[in-house]
């Protein structure tokens, strides 16, 4: 859903508890670098999906096609 723009807030939301789930539940013991198996990797995800959770799709998105469409 996020690759062709549906439903991007939702679906960032999701990743992101996801992204949280999985960083405390395994890679934190393991420190932040991605080559001793941290959260590092987590982490920058996390960071892209809330960004898209906030700021929503974009113009090219098929939520903004969809909603243009609706009008």
Do not use: C, Q, W
């Amino acid at each position: 859903l996020l690759i062709i723009g549906l439903l991007t807030r939702p679906t960032a939301l999701v990743l992101s508890f996801t992204m949280v789930v999985a960083i405390f539940s395994v890679h934190i013991g393991n420190g932040l670098f991605l080559s001793n198996n941290g959260y590092e990797f987590g982490l920058a995800l996390l960071a892209a999906t809330v960004s898209l959770a906030v700021s929503g799709a974009g113009k090219l998105s098929a939520d903004n096609l969809l909603a243009a469409h609706l009008k």
